[in-house]
């Protein structure tokens, strides 16, 4: 089932107790999903920054193409995102310039210039 491209443009939102995110990018331009097992998704170029309670994050991104089968996913996505982010409470997330990765309750991930892997355990 293809999906309908989200979020592209500016956004700004601001909200109370909920902190900031500025972005400003081409947004999803292909997105699929096959049985809720197989997942892919192209995603345009696109910058921004988030900062909340949980951290702060800078994107810029030439390029973001995921694919995802059961819970394991890769995405090529050039990139120098930088931050440190534990806003949900269950993950905690590290980047400089593009190099990092990801350890939680919902698995582990590497994450470099070009792109990265992950294995999520739910």
Do not use: W
């Not at 107790?17 to 997942?39: C, N, Q």
């Not at 800078?58 to 193409?65: L, S």
């Not at 694919?67 to 400089?96: C, M, Q, W, Y």
Request: charged fraction near 20%; charge should be positive.
């Amino acid at each position: 089932m293809f999906q309908i491209p989200q979020q592209g443009g500016v956004t700004f939102l601001a909200e109370k107790g909920k902190g900031l995110h500025a972005h400003v990018g081409l947004g999803e331009v292909l997105s699929t999903r096959a049985g809720g097992v197989v997942d892919a998704r192209i995603a345009g170029p696109g910058a921004g920054m988030h900062l909340d309670k949980g951290g702060v994050k800078y994107t810029a991104e030439a390029c973001d193409v995921k694919a995802k089968v059961g819970p394991v996913g890769v995405n090529f996505s050039p990139n120098v995102n930088t931050g440190i982010n534990a806003s949900d409470g269950r993950n905690l997330e590290v980047t400089a310039l593009g190099f990092g990765g990801k350890l939680g309750k919902d698995g582990v991930g590497i994450k470099t210039p070009l792109g990265g892997a992950e294995c999520n355990i739910q």
